[in-house]
């Protein structure tokens, strides 16, 4: 199918749906078009994951929380974790 086959075809599909359905197409349009500008994007450059480090490295942030959370944080993990048979 050619590309102006293709929007003859999309054209009279269009003009055929009641405005509900319409309103569906033109999210999903938004969506394509958002997609589209996303991956066009620059990537943003990160510094590299630096190897060789040790889990005690991790000592350093030990009993460094900021935010009052805290429970919440450790509610979360108690309810969706699930437990462990060995």
């Given at each position: 199918m050619t590309y102006l086959e293709l929007h003859q075809?999309?054209?009279?599909q269009i003009s055929q749906l009641?405005?509900?359905q319409l309103s569906l197409v033109s999210d999903f349009l938004d969506s394509i078009q958002e997609k589209t500008t996303v991956n066009q994007r620059p990537l943003r450059r990160i510094s590299p994951i630096k190897r060789?480090?040790?889990a005690g490295d991790l000592l350093h942030y030990a009993g460094t929380w900021?935010?009052?959370d805290l429970e919440d944080c450790l509610r979360l993990v108690e309810e969706t974790r699930s437990q462990t048979q060995f």
């Open positions: 075809k999309i054209e009279q009641p405005p509900e060789g480090k040790k900021h935010g009052d």
